[in-house]
């Protein structure tokens, strides 16, 4: 980490970068940052999962007012877990993401001081957005932001430690949201809840380990061991399709037999992932693996879209008709970009970028 009172700077246009912050007043800088450092697509991954857990507990019952409270102090803890991997990743960061604009410390756009006062506000920002609902959101929420902390910095720095590295993030980003929105609903804790979010903890898991291809130049220089540099490409694409498989046991066995047409068009979603896995598997340069990662990345949103469109409207009454028809409508809109993006491979992007 660089120290305090300069900003990171690398050439003439990083050091444009760290004049035109000195001509800021310090509280823009922070507010630009915390924007820089919301990266929405985790962001929206994060709230999902959230509206699923409230879904899942009594989706006829859900509070507009507390669930966006929630999803305010899940958006600071994640800013604060951003914040801190950004200052312990930084020259991991320059080789992986040069000239990315959403790595400021890499580009000079922020000073490492202004990112450890944003991680610090943060933090109070999300016990404080969570206390006022009750001592088990602000534990949530604190537990959210200490695995933060864990995963970048020592004495445990689980970022360099490659089997509980995807452990760790699935239950800051999936198991902390999905249980926040459960608890909001007010639902009891039953089989049904479980399943579901055991399956969606799979499905993340098998999507974290693919973050890996992205790293993995940085990785391999800096001696941080990840499941793909252990293991190789083949074994960790392996690895993702066992916990696409579990994920899709799981939600069939949480919804059962009533749900056949949410189950009969996730099945789909599944075979385009599995399909996607063995590309990916057989990619032969980094920009086919990126194009292969974020395709799978947006069926796998599609699929998580659908069981929150389920859920909600069973919550309110829908028919089977009813919510079939939606599905229908989420499959051919998803399956439109999928083709899309299988003819025009250049626009897809990788969806995770945490």
Known sequence: MSGM????SMGRATAAGGDALQRQPAPTRIAGLTLSMLRYRVAIMVWTFMLLGAATGDGARLNAGELAIEACALAWSYVAATTVNDLADLEID???????TGRPLVTGAAYPADMRRLHWLAWVAAIGC???LGAVPAMLVVVG???GRAYSLRPLQLSYRPYWAPITLAIAYVVVPYTLGFWSSGGDANGRALAIGGGLVALFLARIVLKDFRDREGDAIFGRRSLLLLHGKRMTCALSGVFVALGDGLLSLAFGGHAWP???LAQSYFAAVGWILWRLSKATG?????VAIGTGAKMANGLLFSLLSWLLLSGHGASNGTRAAFLVLLAVLY???FVTLARHPERAV?????
């Open 5 to 8: 009172g300069t900003p990171i």
């Open 94 to 100: 320059r080789v992986n993401h040069p000239g990315d």
């Open 130 to 132: 969570a206390a006022p």
């Open 145 to 147: 932001l200490v695995i």
């Open 262 to 264: 949410l189950l009969a």
């Open 286 to 290: 980094p920009t086919a693996e990126q």
């Open 335 to 337: 399956g439109t970009s």
């Open 350 to 354: 990788i969806g995770y970028k945490g």
